[in-house]
């Protein structure tokens, strides 16, 4: 019968989306198609003919299958306690997929999508009908598309001058207070935020989210492009210091905090929060809007581990690659307009001259060294003029330097066991006097901390003795790479300090510690990672994962109140319960939604505690973390049973030590095999001794605040380090979480989500089954589900008076109501007079199914499929009459016709035979005219055949005299040329005789003078070597004499 009922509200010619499966399309997802037919049957099912180059018909299933994956079909619903309530639902991923959905009539036309700035004005929303939306907007150039309070940013991977112009800046900043923007854009945001600021005085959030590549970065610098000129009223010469160096800013963050990835040339691997703080409007009041006065940035969880190594394809931070060019730069010519680098700067660029990336072995993990389109030198520059503008220093420049290029050949130190220990490590290699003499430490205390590691043990009583335990190979690696880390994020940090102290105005911009009438109004620009699955997911993407969580399940929350709001204008009645949300993920991912964890204290240090109903899986990662021994196996193994029979939680059977965690963007299978020790992020108390008795004071305050950070104990008596505080990064990530959530609470949200087009990164291309993921796991489509879950089908009175009055009651009353207003334009009482009498003649409508408005009429989807249906069988209804009247009006034209018809069949019969006695007159009249014109015709050709024979014999004739004539001349001839022939070959014989008479001549007169002179020659070589011999034997007969003589005179000797 449901299935019979959702028939009846189709019919033939109704365009409808159809989802589209593996194989040929598979990347379009959605397909648009008509209505053709209808199979009854115990599966009922509709046939349609799909749109497009690959038109086709397909049988589509009134019903869809249950999900393979749905969690009923696991070994339980839920764990016990578990919410029930609809507020506790699963999100998106776990609802089946439907078989088909209506399209909006609005959207059919590319004028109509064209025009459509606000989706969410339209009366069906979902997946499909947001898809096409974007992809055709994108087709035409138009980048920018409203959904309710969110903006949707697709990349268009092109410069578009024109649509980020100073001109088209200007024109929003020049817009009057309470004038909607012309357009959707990235600026209208920008101006909506600021007009919070000047007007209300409260703060402003604008969240920018999407994947790496989508395009956050741009748009959070054109966001704070629009913030920083918006006060100066668009003017970039009238821009106060502050505001310069607020946009300053981008480029030293981006140089330290963003890296090439396979997704994005420029990718952020933090999270930034830019507190822009505005002064009071009352006090500017006389020159415009509020100026922007200060600001403070907020960073959430760098990607530290990119600087011991990248993924083939990417780079690391972009810094080490600027330093490595401006280093290959030094000594030529400047760049255009860049400022001298300094002694200092120059001194520590030449320690990097000559080296490439494949010279580190940090920066040869990654394939990919250049960043196309980037004069990284220039880039440098940049980033030295960033660094000049917040008051840095040129010996910490220097020291910067030295910093980073230590960083770097941290990763060319090697460790070795020694002869006769293979447990132990030692350093081989120059490098680590290197980073020692950069550091500024000693190369055999680095090398000790690095290789060796003390522990403090009780001796006995009270007394405690120092004991050093060697370590090995892979374990002094991990501290290198440890130090390379921290060493990293202590220079990151000191550079967000810096750029804070600058730009801060008298403590937090927030207002946090200052009183309520302090505080100045602020809009806070948050740049945040996306929802991140990959084929190896780890303890950053669960941390990523979570952030997501929270600002989906804050966005739920604004998306709540936004429709709570407009329900509460149109006086509508609804129930909270109806609205979802994802509070039960957050509760898997954080623990209790209370907060209370009980802890029992035991004795000892670290791990000497006993945890009474942790819950949460970062909570329990910690509480692992500070067990003695404790292994991911042993938290793999508390999770299964903890969340065993969750929904949300799913342990991996096939693969060890994974698990599922089901997000509000789809399921994510985690590899828990590094989260303990990610999680840690130990640096060992040697080496932060080790670094605290540096010769550098730069390096030296970097751990002390490092230190602090940490909280690392030192003894009272010697300042030394005795042991490190217990840390994770998940605890401090989630304190820093909640205290963003809850400065972001405090103010108006504003939503940008940018949307990367196609995974090449290539213009003028949509691909859309990644545009539709990104919408899935960006929370974009579960915010339209959670604002149409109260009421999803709204429409203007007009419309809806005029869609629905076809099923009004009979009565001659409500008809004439219904016209008058309908005649004064009253659609408001017309709309609530059809609808009371509606719900009065329709039983089967829900109880509250229907809610007429002030402006508007909310329907729930029961009721608008059976106010469906009675429209279907009333039009049916009546088309049976409309169509028996008009069969009557053709039966009679019809038989008009035929009457007609015979009448001028008649009298073409009659003209017919008329014809037929005038046609054989004019036939005998031709024959008799055809005779005499043939017989004119021969005798003429008889003539002309005479006069042509005697023609052709005279040319006969003439041709034979000519011939013989021809060929008497021609004997002549060859008699003639026959002699001359022989007169010239008989000359030519002569002549051949004598020349080679007298060739013959010259070569034997040749011949005989070479053999002359070689004669001579063999006589002249025959005396000379006569002489030789003749000298040769006169040199011995002389030898032989002399020694003759001179043994008689040795003889004669006394």
Known sequence: MAEAAEAALLEVGVPIWVPVGSGAGADDVWRGGIVVGFEEGPNSALIVELEGPRAERVVVPLRPSPPPDSPTSRRGASQPGSPTKARQRSPSPERALPTYLRRNAELLTAEGTAAARDLALLSLLHEPELLHALQARFQVGIVYTFTGPMLLAVNPFQNLPELYSYARLREFVDLPFGEPAPEPHVYGVARDAYQGVWRA????????????????????????????????GGAEDSMSSCERRVLESIPLLEALGNAKTLRNDNSSRFGKYTELQFGRAGAQAAEGGPRLVGAKTHCYLLEKVRVVGAAPGERSFHIFYQLLAAARRLGQSPVDGAESLGSLVEDALRATAGRTTADFGFLSKGSATDLSGHDEAADFAATLAAMRCFSIQEQEIADI?????????????????????????EAVGDALKEVSALLGVEAAALEATLCRRSMKVRDGGAAQRTISQTRTTNQATDGRDALARHLYGSLFAFAVARVNDVLGVGGSVSGAGASAGEALPFVGVLDIFGFEFFEHNSFEQLCINFTNELLQQYFNEVIFEHEAALYARECVQWNPEDFPDNKAVVELLSGASDGRRKRVSGIGGLGGGQTAELSGILPMLDEECNVTGGTHETWCRKLAVKYGMNRLFQEVLIRRNHFVVRHFAGPVEYASDEFLAKNKDELSPDVLECMRESSKAFVRLRFQEHGRTFGAQTAAATGRVTRAKAYSVSSEFQQQLTDLMAGIRKTSPHFVRCIKPNPQSLPRKFHRRSVVEQLRYQGVLEAIWVSRAGYPVRQWHREAVLDFRCIAPKGQKLKRRLEVEVGRGGFAEAARLLFDAIVEAYPALPAGGVQVGTTMLFLKREASDVLALAVRQTRASAAVVVQSCWRGVGCRRRFAAAKRAALKLQALARALA??????????????????????????????????????????LVRARATRRGFLRSLEAIVTMQRWYRRSVR?????????????????CRGVLGRRRAREQQLARLRLDEACRRLLHRWRYRILRRVRRRHAAAALAARP
């Open 201 to 232: 005085g409260s703060s402003q959030t604008v969240l920018v989210s999407g994947e790496s590549g989508a395009g956050k970065t741009e748009t959070t610098k054109f966001v704070m492009r629009f913030l920083a000129l918006a006060g100066a």
């Open 401 to 425: 330097l030295s910093v980073l290029l230590a960083t770097l050949l941290l990763g060319n130190v090697a460790f070795t066991a020694p002869v006769g220990n293979s447990e132990g490590a």
């Open 914 to 955: 008329a014809r037929r006695v005038v046609s054989a007159m004019r036939r005998e009249r031709a024959a008799t005219r055809l005779q005499a014109t043939e017989r004119g015709r021969v005798s003429r050709a008889a003539r002309r055949r005479a006069l042509w024979a005697a023609a052709v014999m005279q040319r």
């Open 986 to 1002: 008989r000359i030519r014989i002569l002549r051949r005789g004598r020349a080679a008479l007298a060739l013959q001549r010259r």
